[in-house]
């Protein structure tokens, strides 16, 4: 147990919606960053919050937007979905500072699949 | 661009040993990980190298040389609940915490 939690574990969308993920960090951290992993792919980046700032962006289109509040939980935002968005979306955690090098804890994950 | 590669599967018999390779190209290095993922699961920390050389942990032990831009994660006296994806990751600069992840190796330990 990592502490850190999903939600919803499972979600069908289809194309053009819109969807919300959750994730709610594992107590005083407060640095979250976001991944998705595509069957078979290592996670790929999409973005992290450091105190409710973004604080880095990998390589998705402005679809992908997020949120991180307060209590450092954070939400992921995906608008006008397609099929290729179907995934495994992770979230992960840890106690950040400049130069740390402390591990980062991951969620179980939400699959996601677009029809 | 970040070129991380890994064997894409590997095979090998409970109670053997198995290593894992992992070369990367990339734009600064500040450390590297690897991860064991079951399957439908979060991946699971296992290792950090920032050093050149030998960490060992238990039955998993890592190595790095920085200046091959190389790693390896050896399993030793393998279980059948070692059949999982291994993940290297690699972090590029000091001021940020983003692991750069290569594809993964499907490791399939059989009887």
């Known amino acids: 147990e990592t502490g850190v939690t999903q939600s919803p574990t499972h979600l069908i969308k289809t194309r053009g919606q819109q969807v919300t993920l959750r994730c709610s960090s594992q107590s005083g951290h407060n640095t979250v960053s976001w991944y998705q992993q595509a069957l078979g792919q290592g996670p790929q980046f999409i973005f992290q919050y450091y105190r409710e700032e973004e604080n880095g962006r990998g390589n998705f289109p402005p679809r992908f937007s997020g949120l991180q509040f307060p209590n450092y939980s954070s939400e992921l935002n995906v608008n006008a979905l397609e099929l290729d968005d179907s995934a495994l979306y992770l979230c992960?955690?840890?106690?950040?500072?400049?130069?740390?090098?402390?591990?980062?804890?991951f969620g179980p994950g939400t699959r996601l699949t677009v029809l | 661009g970040q070129n991380i590669d890994q064997p894409t599967e590997m095979t090998a018999t409970e109670g053997a040993i198995v290593q894992i390779n992992c070369t990367y190209q990339?734009?600064?290095?500040?450390?590297l990980f690897w991860y064991q993922q079951h399957a439908g699961e979060a991946p699971t920390f296992l290792s950090y190298?920032?050093?050149?050389g030998l960490e060992e942990k238990g039955r998993f032990s890592s190595f790095l040389s920085r200046s091959k831009g190389y790693s390896y994660l050896l399993l030793k006296e393998l279980q059948m609940k070692d059949s999982a994806s291994y993940l290297c990751?690699?972090?590029?600069?000091?001021?940020?915490?983003?692991?750069?992840f290569g594809r993964g190796t499907s490791l399939i330990v059989h009887p």
């Open positions: 992960a955690t840890f106690q950040g500072f400049v130069g740390s090098t402390d591990t980062q804890y």
């Open positions: 190298n920032v050093l050149d």
């Open positions: 990339t734009s600064g290095f500040n450390g």
């Open positions: 990751a690699v972090r590029l600069s000091g001021g940020s915490y983003i692991p750069t």
